[in-house]
Nanobody, 123 residues
Framework: QVQLQESGPGLVKPSQTVVLTCTVSGTSLTTDTYYWSWGRQPPGKGLEWMGAIINSGSVYYLPSLKTRASISRDTSKNQFTLKLSSTTPEDTAVYYC???????????????WGQGTQVTVSS
């Protein structure tokens, strides 16, 4: 059974880069054709898919975040990472990692999800 666990700094100051890591257990990032995604849910808003990396290593991004987001992976640790630069308070959200057969995830009813980690951008 796959399990995903997010980790991150919790609080960052505006303009800083936030780095989030998803540790995967129960399967490998490189087996089967799955999209390993990052999504977020700001307070009072719906889920926003941010981007994904597939088992081949190809990466996909939400166009509006492409200049600020970077997704990579460390197959030796079975982890994938999201870096989000030039943060503003509008980036405050619960950030989730997920595994799914679909690329763009609009709800958490599809795929396997971590529990989420709160990121607050504030001075």
């Amino acid at each position: 059974q796959v399990q995903l666990q997010e980790s991150g700094p919790g609080l960052v100051k505006p303009s800083q880069t936030v780095v989030l890591t998803c540790t995967v257990s129960g399967t490998s990032l490189t087996t089967d054709t799955y999209y390993w995604s990052w999504g977020r849910q700001p307070p009072g808003k719906g889920l926003e898919w941010m981007g994904a990396i597939i088992n081949s290593g190809s990466v996909y991004y939400l166009p509006s975040l492409k200049t600020r987001a970077s997704i990579s992976r460390d197959t030796s640790k079975n982890q994938f990472t999201l870096k989000l630069s030039s943060t503003t308070p509008e980036d405050t959200a619960v950030y989730y990692c997920a595994r799914a057969k679909e690329l763009v995830l609009k709800t958490m009813d599809v795929g396997d999800w971590g529990q989420g980690t709160q990121v607050t951008v504030s001075s």
